[in-house]
C-alpha cells in the first residue's frame, strides 16, 4: 500500500485507543503504529492474552466476556481513554462503532472520534430516516413503504400495495438480524410479529419497513471518503452478493461486469448520499443491482467495512491512515481523478463454523494453524494464533484471506491455492467450503446474485474424501512418530536405559517374527450410529511398512467418505518432518500435512482435511471410566452457559440422542436469543435447568456422553 499520499499534512494525535478487538484491532494498531501513535488496547475476561494485547503498547481490563459488561461498556471505555490520557478513539467496526450517543460522548470529553458525527451515524442509523434522506438527493429507492405509522393494520395495508415478495426489515437492524421474507399475504401477520420480536430483542426497537424483494439482485457497495472541507470522492466499487443469511462471505473489488456508466452512477449517488447528510470519514454506500441494469439504495454503513482491505488492494491506499488523518483534520489527499484501481482483489471470511450443520458457529481450541505465506498477493488479517481459543461470546472470525492479481481469473487461481495452503486443527471451520466455492463456474463467470449458494447447492456439496488414503496417511505418521520419538525403559520405569537394547525400540520389533505394530483410528459423523472402526496392522519391511486395513462399516456411510475396503493391503513408506508427511503409497508418491493431539488425528490431504480419532486412548478413557487430562476439550460432556441469561426452552430430554450441532437449550441474553449446541454427537445424562430460569455465565446446563465413548463401552 502506498503511505506517501499525506504528506504536509498537521502531526497527528500521539495516542489512540482501539475500543474493540480481534482482527480489525490488530489491524488498527499495525497502521496506528506505522504513523508513530502509541496504541492503547481493551480487554474483556475471555481475551486476557489476546492478540491485539500483546500488539498494543498497553492494554486496559474491560471487564468479564459478555459483550456489555466489556466491549459494549461506554462509560468504562471512556473512564480508560481518560486514564490513558488518548486524543482518540478508533471504534472498528461492530460494537461501538455506529453507537451514536459513544460518538458523542467523545465529542463532549474532547476526544476525537475515528468516524462520522453523531447526527451522521443516528441518520443513517434508521433505515427509514435514511431511506427518507435519499428520496431528497434523488438516490434510488427501492419501492416500498418506510413511514412512522407502525400499528399492525397499516403495515399490512402497505404491505399489499408494496407486493409480494416483500422483505420485512427492521429499521435499526443490521447483520441480517431483523429481516424475512414473506411470499404470500397469508404469510405476513405472522412473518411481521417474529420480525418484531427479533428486532426488539436484537435492537431494542421494533419498528418496520417494507421493501419491495428483488430477485437475482447483486449486492454492489461503493466506498466513499468525506473530509470536513466540503470534498468526497469514491474509490470503486465491492461486489458483496454471495452470501448466507444475508451475512458476506466472499467480496471482490471492482464488481465484476458492471458496465462504466453504471460504476460511475453508483459512484455519484453514494457520493450525493453522503453529501446529503455531510458526512465525515470513510462510510459504504449499499446498493441492489437487478438484471435489467438498475440500482437501488439500500444503506449506508458509517464505519469501516469488514471487507475494506479489497479496496485497499486495488487502490494501494491504507483506508485506516486515511481515516486517522481526516479525523485530524486533513482534507482529502486525492481527487476523484486521482483515484487509480488496479488490478482485482477478493476476500474471503475463515470462519470457525460447522458447514455441515447449516453453518453452525464453532468455539474451541485452535490446536494447529498454518497460514499461506503473505506477499504482493496475499495478505491476511487475523487476530488469533495457534493455541487460541474461539470465545462463544463473540463472532467466531478467525481471519479474513484476501488475494490479489492483475485479473480476475489470476485472483481466482491465488485465493484457491491460498485456500489449499490454509490449514486449522483442533476446530471445524469453513476452509473446504470455501475452497468449492472458488471452483463453482458460476463464482469463475461472474453469474452472482444474493441467492448464489441456494442456487449451487448441489455443487457445493460435501466432497468425496479418500478414506484409505487419510487412514494410512495417519498409520504412517503415527509409525514414524513413534520411531523418532526415545521411549522410556518400561521394564524398569527408569530413563537409564541402552538405547541399542531391543527393549528401548519402538519398531515392533519380535524375537524370529516380522515386526508389527497396530493401530486403531475412528471417523465420526454427527449420526450416533454412524462411526467407524479401522484397524491398521503394519508389518515392517526392509523398506516401508506392509499395511492391511481392516474396517468395521455401520449400515449407514458418511457421505463425503469413500468407503475403505474390508482388507486391503498397501506398500507404504515415507519420511516425517514435523507435520509435514511425504509419503509412498504403492509407489505413488503424496505429500500431506498430519497433525497428531492426544484424542484425534487432522489429515490435510488433497485439499480436504479428515479428522481420525485414536480409539486406543478412548478405549483407555473407557477402562479407567475418564479422559485423560490432557485430552482436548473437544470432548467434554458439560455443556456450560456461555453468559449470564434466561432459559427461554429446554429442547432436549435425559436418554435422548442428540447429533453434534443440535440445539438443546435456547438462551436469552443480550437482547438476543441463542441456540446452546451440542458439541459431539451423544446420549443426554443430565438435564439442570428448564424454561424461565435464570442462569450464570459458566452453569453447567446440560451433561451429555459422547457417542464414541458409548461405542467403546458397547464393545468393551
Known sequence: MSHQVFIN?????????????????????????????????????????????????????????????????????????????VQAIHPGYGFLSEN???????????????????????????????????????????????????????????????????LLKAVYGGGGKGMRVVYHADEFCQALAATKREAMASFGNDDMLIERYLTKTRHVEIQIFSDNHGNCIYLSQRDCSIQRRHQKILEEAPAPALPQATQIAMGEAAVAAANTINYQGAGTVEFLYDEQGQFYFMEMNTRLQVEHPVTEMITGLDLVEWQLHIANGAPLPLTQTQVKINGHAIEVRIYAEDTEQDFMPASGHIAYLSQPPASRHVRIDTGVVQGDEISPYYDPMIAKLIVWDHTRDLAIARLQTALSDYKIAGIKTNIEFLAQLSQVPALQRASLNTDFLLTHAAVLAPTHVNLDYALLLAGLALQLQSEQTPQLNVANNSDNHDPNSPWSQTTGWRLNQPSTNTVKLATTNNDHHDSQHYTLTLTTLTQGYQVQINGQHPHQQKKHLQQAALSTDYLISGELNGDELTAFIDDHRV??????????????????????????????AVQNQALPSNIDNEFETKITAPMNGVIVSVLCQ??????AGEPLVVMEAMKMECNINAPVAGTITTVFYQAGDMVEDGAELIQLTPSLILDNKEQA
Open 654 to 659: 435425559v436418554d435422548q440422542i442428540v447429533d
Open 100 to 166: 451514536a450517543p459513544f460518538a458523542l460522548a467523545c465529542a463532549q470529553q474532547g476526544l476525537i472520534f475515528i468516524g462520522p458525527s453523531a447526527d451522521a451515524i443516528t441518520t443513517m442509523g434508521s433505515k427509514s430516516a435514511a431511506k427518507t434522506m435519499m428520496a431528497t438527493a434523488d438516490v434510488p429507492l427501492i419501492p416500498g413503504y418506510h413511514g412512522n405509522a407502525q400499528d399492525e393494520q397499516t403495515l399490512k395495508q402497505h404491505s399489499q400495495q408494496v407486493g409480494y415478495p416483500q
Open 9 to 85: 499534512q498537521p502531526a497527528l494525535f500521539s495516542k489512540l485507543l482501539i475500543a474493540n478487538r480481534g482482527e480489525i484491532a490488530c489491524r488498527i494498531i499495525a497502521t496506528a503504529q506505522r504513523l508513530g501513535i502509541k496504541c492503547v488496547a481493551v480487554y474483556s475476561a475471555a481475551d486476557t492474552n489476546a492478540r491485539h494485547v500483546k500488539m498494543a503498547d498497553e492494554a486496559f481490563y474491560l471487564g468479564p466476556a459478555p459483550a456489555p459488561e466489556s466491549y459494549l461498556n461506554s462509560q468504562r471505555i471512556l473512564s480508560i481513554a481518560q486514564q490513558a490520557n
Open 591 to 620: 505429500k500431506a500435512t498430519v497433525v497428531i493431539s492426544p484424542l484425534h488425528i487432522t489429515v490435510f490431504y488433497a485439499g480436504n482435511s479428515t479428522v481420525l480419532f485414536r480409539q486406543s486412548i478412548i478405549q483407555s
